[in-house]
């Protein structure tokens, strides 16, 4: 079963920095990792930061000059450097990739099942 993972969360006082990484478990063929999103509680889902194939890069304005996407190497795993964390970054952070399993199978969209972010003093 083809599976996003998160990893990195926790509690941490503002000002503080925190990596998550997000990497695909089971066989697939290609991956297209889309960015990471973040769900407060009574809010929506929203956009936090993006990164193409190419390697480009967009950020929402809350959280440019702090955070940054990156993949690795491999290209099979995605961060997410948070620096200056502030209370409002408060969530549940989410990846979200398009994955096809095989040659036999179209790309598929998938979300992780997300990671707890806890700003606090």
């Known amino acids: 079963q083809v599976q996003l993972v998160e990893s990195g969360g926790g509690l941490v006082q503002p000002g503080g920095s925190l990596r998550l990484s997000c990497a695909v478990s089971?066989?697939?063929?290609?991956?297209?990792?889309k960015g990471w999103y973040r769900q407060a509680p009574g809010k929506q889902r929203e956009l936090v930061a993006t990164?193409?194939?190419?390697?480009?890069?967009n950020y929402a304005d809350s959280v440019k000059g702090r955070f940054t996407i990156s993949r690795a190497n491999a290209k099979d795993s995605v961060s997410l450097q948070m620096n200056s964390l502030k209370p409002e970054d408060t969530a549940v952070y989410y990846c979200?990739?398009?994955?096809?399993?095989?040659?036999?199978?179209?790309?598929?969209?998938?979300w992780g099942q997300g990671t707890q972010v806890t700003v606090s003093s």
């Open positions: 990164i193409t194939p190419g390697g480009s890069t």
């Open positions: 979200n990739a398009d994955i096809q399993r095989s040659s036999a199978h179209l790309p598929q969209n998938y």
């Open positions: 089971g066989s697939i063929r290609s991956i297209y990792y």
